[in-house]
């Protein structure tokens, strides 16, 4: 039976850290993601979990120390928002690449210049090619759950690679809303005990973990790497399924919502979703044939999936809460739209750049969108593909 | 979503209008409702104008922005009303709840001609007389839950006792002083309608 609650994001990862009880746990406070380790170090203090949690001097050390416990074969938590992922950059190619499953929540911010502490997804989509998997989750509800899922994602022997939990700063991680919590006991036995098949801590099969490669040995270790996040979609995929029977609470790749027969569509990531989605019932009840994708998977990106998905639509709209500075579009802008193309749809496909800073997105922000969609559909053509929303023009 | 309630708080940092939203919040969770409660984060600064927001329904609410037409407004400083434009989309069917010693009469021109109810409560008296200092959140919280009628007398002293058993574990104290402010706001808020 599910415990009924009420929690702010952060309470809410901080909980699931709690119930995963990990080895190790290395943080620097960053805002908005300080009150995790601030709550997780209050169980450490308490007795309720038996963490190491070592309270380091930068992220850079964060990531570093994390890395040290995941080579020594320990279950490896932290987090971290902005400029402290930024500060991190170095050593997440390293966990990457020496194939450390460990799980860092990243509570969306923007990154500086200039400072600005609200939301935005300009941290960790800069880090979209650093070799981590990307979940991202809507509310904080999801924020619990792919937490507890990223885990398992992470450990699997098929793919053994660090992934992040990103959800939106302040207004998920600061926002209290209603939650389901699974019992202590039942999220245990769900993330299993951690038995790294080589570890450097085990003396009867010693191993070097981050040594040099020369340019004979280089491009095949990472040929590797990239096989491991190849096969990561399909173990996202069994483990959604495994978490359902836990939970009741289902998740795939990304949620379709009402896309069935939808002509106009809203592609996009994080809280804005619910946002749209209520203005999606609305234009509905109106007889409007609309639709949304909530993209939480970002890395391992799926293509074919969400090509097929929108292989029906005459136009989409892809929203990104971060700018691409390409001078062409953000970075779910170019994925989705290249995915299309390699498979093969050609719908008329639109970029809005949106929610920069923590600008607020209204519902009224969304059914401009939408609106716009239908004079793309009359025109039957876009001018200008590389759009902003919400902005103030100079 | 017919059903939900949404209700903006106006005060100034250090007043607890964060922590009335959570509160409140809360309470209604505990009637077993769908919350949302969130500040509006700025510079944290002692005496600058901050925002809270709350929404309250039967079902979970997927809309994660401010709110601009609220149901309901609480303004937990006066001094406020010369500085921001609290009833901007107020709706004209809900109500202001305006810390004041003031009458609503008295108040209501204040308020840019909003024509829906106007309500007030002296909170810095009732803080006074019963904490000794000046907290007007708890006042405030009880004032607008009896307007919005967001559950009855009974079920928030209830839930607040609750509350308040847990936010001052450490200062028992101050419990008491609280559930009578508490009291005292349910049974003096004024109204105008």
Known sequence: MAIRDKLSGNEAVAVAMRQINPDVVAAFPITPSTEIPQYFSAFVANGQVDTEFVPVESEHSAMSACIGAGTAGARTMTATSANGLALMWEMLYIAASCKLPMVLSVVNRALSGPINIHNDHSDSMGARDSGWIQLYGENNQEAYDNAIMAVRIAEHADVQLPVMNCYDGFITSHAVENIELIEDDKVKAFVGQYKPSTYMLNSDEQIAVGPLAVPTHYFEHKRQQAESMRNSKEVIVEVAKAFKEISGREYGLFEAYKMEDAERAIVLIGSSVGTAKFVVDALREKGEKVGLIKVRVFRPFPAEELAQSLKGVKTVAILDKCDGFNAKGGPLFSETTSALFVNGYTPLAVNYIYGLGGRDVKTTDIEKVYSDLSEIVTANKVEDPYRYLGVVEA | ?193
Not at chain 2, 16 to 37: H, M, P, R, V, Y
Not at chain 2, 112 to 137: C, H, K, Q
Request: with cysteine.
């Open chain 2, 1 to 193: 979503m017919s059903n939900m309630l949404e209700i903006r708080w106006h005060g100034r940092g250090g007043q607890g209008a964060k922590t009335a939203s959570l509160l409140l919040a809360e309470a209604a969770f505990d009637t077993g409702k769908f919350i949302q409660g969130f500040p509006e984060y700025g510079p944290e600064r002692m005496g600058a104008p901050i925002t809270a927001y709350n929404r309250i329904s039967d079902e979970r609410c997927p809309i994660h922005s401010n709110i601009y037409e609220p149901d309901y407004v609480v303004v937990v400083d006066e001094t406020l009303l010369d500085v921001v434009n609290v009833t901007a989309g107020l709706k004209e069917t809900g109500a202001i709840v305006i810390n004041t010693p003031k009458s609503p009469e008295e108040i209501k021109d204040k308020l840019n001609g909003y024509n829906g109810g106007v309500y007030t409560i002296d909170a810095r008296e009732i803080s006074m007389a019963t904490l000794g200092r000046y907290f007007p959140n708890t006042p405030m919280l009880a004032a607008v839950v009896k307007v919005a009628k967001i559950m009855d007398d009974d079920t928030l002293v209830e839930a607040m006792e609750k509350s308040f058993h847990h936010k001052f574990a450490n200062k028992p104290h101050v419990i008491a002083p609280n559930m009578e402010a508490l009291k005292r706001s349910l049974t003096e808020v004024k109204a105008h309608e």
